[in-house]
């Protein structure tokens, strides 16, 4: 799993936000459930709307497709870090 959540982890950041933020802003926020065996990472990035699934890097969007359960975004026009995505990783052992 911890293999997962880096690949995760390092696809989004260094892939898709790094190459298209001209002043990057990011927080990742990474809750693992021991019980539930389930992770979810949020990142959120300052800057115009951008939903990361738009990129044209498609070799680390379909990385993150297939050790994703899910992937999610939104945008808060108020607030200062107005962009988030949600990726769910479940164990799959």
Not at 9 to 31: A, C, Y
Not at 69 to 93: F, L, V
């Amino acid at each position: 799993m911890k293999y997962r959540i880096r690949l995760a982890v390092e696809e989004m950041i260094w892939q898709l936000l790094l190459p298209h933020l001209k002043r990057p802003h990011i927080r990742v926020r990474v809750e693992y459930s021991l019980k539930d065996r389930h992770c979810m990472i949020r990142v959120n990035y300052a800057g115009d709307p951008y939903d990361i699934r738009t990129s044209d890097n498609s070799l680390s969007l379909s990385l993150l497709n297939n050790i994703a359960e899910s992937i999610s975004y939104r945008y808060d026009e108020g607030e200062e870090m107005g962009n988030c995505t949600e990726i769910q990783i479940k164990d799959t052992n």
